[in-house]
């Protein structure tokens, strides 16, 4: 066998170990589990980004096609996050799922959360001490631009008062 082939055979080997290793970082960042599973562990990531003051780990979980009864789109939830997370010290995020259900279907959900953000200072549009609507939707998604999967976004809030 010559050198040529030799070079060509050792490339397409490291080529599809390349991919192999992608497809597996692509499967770890998959969900996992139920609907519900997945909807608890979106909500608890978000939990704790908050708690940490990361900005795009809160905004993870909220769709690019949010839009709320009272108007606000995605940039302006990302907005109210920003401020509301460099304005604050110290912040408490407790949350509770007080009811989920997901639609026979799979691709939407509803959920009620207990949320309770307290911080210093004490500065608007926080604290907030009350039980939030949200729609949630499963959107498709890319890992590493070769891979499809889907992931849980929320697509709509109420009960927040405007804030």
Known sequence: MNRAVQAILVGVLLLALGFLWLWRQAEARRPRGTNEAQIAGLLESARQAALRGDVSGVLHGISRHYRDSNGMGYANVAYQVRRTLSRMEEIQVETRIVRLYVD????????????????????????????????????????????????????????????
């Open 104 to 163: 026979p279907g799979g691709a939407t959900a509803t959920v009620d959360l207990y949320v309770k953000l307290t911080g210093r200072p004490d500065i608007p549009p926080a604290p907030l001490d009350q039980t939030l609507s949200l729609t949630l939707t499963k959107e498709p998604v890319r890992y590493y631009v070769f891979f499809s999967g889907s992931e849980w976004r929320v697509t709509s809030a109420s009960g927040y008062g405007g804030y």
